[in-house]
T-cell receptor, first 116, second 111 residues
Framework: DGGITQSPKYLFRKEGQNVTLSCEQNLNHDAMYWYRQDPGQGLRLIYY???????QKGDIAEGYSVSREKKESFPLTVTSAQKNPTAFYLC???????????????FGSGTQLSVL | QQPVQSPQAVILREGEDAVINCSSSKALYSVHWYRQKHGEAPIFLMI?????EQKGHDKISASFNEKKQQSSLYLTASQLSYSGTYFCGTEFTDSWGKFQFGAGTQVVVTP
């Protein structure tokens, strides 16, 4: 079955540590996204990528980094520069329409990151 | 540039109707609607592409007013399963593929 897989489900970070969240999709989608969700809040865009080896900053990119070396993978690193990383992180993917724009987003099941 | 949703929350009894609004400060290319249950991933409901177009998903429908740069989601004859947080996601003509979401509207349907 096609889908989008995030791991781990729960992650704990110590002070000064970088951690990496994994996101893999087998839907052959062009675009992949990372969103951050704080309790009772909406989804805020961190980074997105529309083609391999290219990505764009979203609204809250500071303290995060990404790579897109393969079409199916889009890992997110939460660096030590992100002072308030505790949140629910969602990865998503989408496919481009031939005439412009993108189709619906498929979301992974999320990773809950907490600070020790 | 994130869309503005209203209301923030709404409480309904089963069978009642509700409207959720999503407004943008820029001309929209598309509006997506999703519903999220606590601790789960958002689930897609519908996409609207053209001004004035309405779409439906069960007893949930939506409209898109291109001129007013806004979309509305209509929950008709609500069911308990409609409870959750509803998000609108917007895409602009000058930034295809960059989806930004509103803060969400929490919907609680009671028996």
């Amino acid at each position: 079955d096609g889908g989008i897989t995030q791991s781990p489900k729960y992650l704990f970070r110590k002070e000064g540590q970088n951690v990496t969240l994994s996101c893999e999709q087998n839907l052959n989608h062009d675009a992949m996204y990372w969103y951050r969700q704080d309790p009772g809040q909406g989804l805020r865009l961190i980074y997105y990528s529309q083609i391999v080896n290219d990505f764009q900053k979203g609204d809250i990119a500071e303290g995060y980094s990404v790579s897109r070396e393969k079409k199916e993978s889009f890992p997110l690193t939460v660096t030590s520069a992100q002072k308030n990383p505790t949140a629910f992180y969602l990865c998503a993917s989408s496919s481009a329409w031939a005439g412009g724009g993108y189709e619906k987003l498929f979301f992974g099941s999320g990773t809950q990151l907490s600070v020790l | 540039q994130q869309p503005v949703q209203s209301p923030q929350a709404v409480i309904l009894r089963e069978g009642e109707d509700a409207v959720i609004n999503c407004s943008s400060s820029k001309a929209l290319y598309s509006v997506h609607w999703y519903r999220q249950k606590h601790g789960e991933a958002p689930i897609f409901l519908m996409i609207l592409l053209k001004g004035g177009e309405q779409k439906g998903h069960d007893k949930i429908s939506a409209s898109f007013n291109e001129k007013k740069q806004q979309s509305s989601l209509y929950l008709t004859a609500s069911q308990l399963s409609y409870s959750g947080t509803y998000f609108c996601g917007t895409e602009f003509t000058d930034s295809w593929g960059k989806f930004q979401f509103g803060a969400g509207t929490q919907v609680v349907v009671t028996p």
